[in-house]
């Protein structure tokens, strides 16, 4: 991976992200033992989700659908909207 393709893929200087994310980490850490969250909380958190998601079977499938669709009915016609909008712009200014 030569050094242009590796700083395009960490977004900069790989050190100097290195250590904005451990600054970062150390930052949020400090506010989550604040709140009283710890690390095991979360864990414990995504495996509780996961074995009630894996408990459920297929029942958890039409779960995810019924709120894909839910969504997908006000995103979609938004996103659409939108892209149509911009498209019109794009159209009367370009000659």
């Known amino acids: 991976m030569d050094k242009d ?3 395009r893929f960490f977004g900069g200087s790989p050190g100097a992200v290195l250590l904005r994310l451990v600054v970062l980490s150390f930052i949020l850490g400090v ?10 909380d979360i864990v414990n958190s995504f495996r ?20 894909f669709l ?11 909207i939108m892209r149509l909008l911009r498209f019109g712009r794009r159209g009367r200014y370009q000659a």
């Open 5 to 7: 393709a590796l700083y």
């Open 31 to 40: 506010i989550l033992n604040a709140l009283g969250v710890s690390p095991f």
């Open 48 to 67: 509780r989700l996961f074995l009630r998601l894996y408990h459920m079977g297929f029942d958890s499938l039409v779960w995810i659908w019924r709120y």
């Open 70 to 80: 839910i969504g997908a009915v006000i995103v979609f016609p938004v996103w659409l």
